[in-house]
């Protein structure tokens, strides 16, 4: 059974401000994790996979890295803007051939 | 179709009463998976179809609960006298059952009243 926490459970921040949030797992004995950004009343949109230790992936504002051997992955959005306000979720693709997600970040950004 | 489809977006039901919820999945994708978000609460995994296998049923939190995934493609997940605490956002998803993920329908918002 894999296990994901994800902190905090939610965030406000400035319009402009940098953030980062993390997920955490106890074992790294998955194939791959997953991030996904979830805005109110539309479906998750998959931001980034990342399956290697010391994996770094970038989209736009938006990056993230992971590290396996100490069991975390963080997620960082340079220059938050109001369109980003949305729940970031964390997910880990292991051997049941399914994600497991944890709860979420509900991130809201301030004009 | 291009996307992951659900129907109702919204429903609203009296406890007791039983619904059925619809997800059309993206054609030729052979994995189906049912999640549910309650207020306050994570993604909860129900049931996984794959293929033409015995779905994955270790999720489903009672059995007023029950899906069917019929010639392979869509999938009704079907909830019997419903209770309060049934209220959640209900997602369908479906992958080509690689690890690059799933692609979600935009859900169906259940509250039983």
């Known amino acids: 059974?894999?296990?994901?926490?994800?902190?905090?459970?939610?965030?406000?921040?400035?319009?402009?401000?940098?953030?980062?949030?993390?997920?955490?797992?106890?074992?790294?004995?998955f194939y791959a994790l997953h991030w996904y950004r979830w805005e109110t009343a539309k479906s998750p949109e998959?931001?980034?996979?990342?399956?290697?230790?010391?994996?770094e992936k970038k989209k736009g504002r938006i990056s993230a890295t992971l590290n396996t051997?100490?069991?975390?992955?963080?997620?960082?959005?340079?220059?938050?803007q109001p369109e980003d306000s949305a729940t970031y979720l964390c997910a880990l693709w292991g051997s049941a051939r399914q994600l497991t997600f944890g709860s979420g970040t509900q991130l809201t950004v301030l004009p | 179709g291009a996307g992951v489809s659900q129907s109702p977006s919204n429903k609203v039901t009296e406890k007791g009463k039983d619904?059925?919820?619809?997800?059309?999945?993206?054609?030729?994708?052979?994995?189906?998976?049912?999640?549910?978000?309650?207020?306050?609460?994570?993604?909860?995994f129900l049931?996984?179809?794959?293929?033409?296998?015995?779905?994955?049923?270790?999720?489903?939190?009672?059995d007023r609960f029950s899906a069917?995934?019929?010639?392979?493609?869509?999938?009704?997940?079907?909830?019997?006298?419903t209770q309060q605490e049934d209220s959640?956002?209900?997602?369908?998803?479906?992958?080509?059952?690689?690890?690059?993920?799933?692609t979600f329908g935009s859900g169906t918002r259940l509250t039983v009243v």
């Open chain 1, 1 to 29: 059974i894999l296990n994901v926490e994800q902190s905090p459970q939610s965030l406000h921040v400035q319009e402009g401000d940098s953030t980062n949030f993390t997920c955490s797992f106890p074992s790294s004995n």
């Open chain 1, 46 to 55: 998959a931001l980034f996979v990342m399956t290697l230790n010391g994996d």
């Open chain 1, 69 to 80: 051997k100490e069991g975390y992955s963080y997620l960082y959005i340079k220059g938050s």
């Open chain 2, 19 to 44: 619904v059925e919820l619809r997800c059309d999945p993206i054609s030729g994708h052979t994995a189906l998976y049912w999640y549910r978000q309650s207020l306050g609460q994570g993604l909860e």
């Open chain 2, 47 to 62: 049931i996984y179809f794959q293929g033409n296998s015995a779905p994955d049923k270790s999720g489903l939190p009672s």
């Open chain 2, 68 to 81: 069917e995934r019929t010639g392979g493609s869509v999938s009704t997940l079907t909830i019997q006298r």
């Open chain 2, 88 to 102: 959640a956002v209900y997602l369908c998803a479906s992958s080509d059952s690689t690890l690059y993920g799933y």
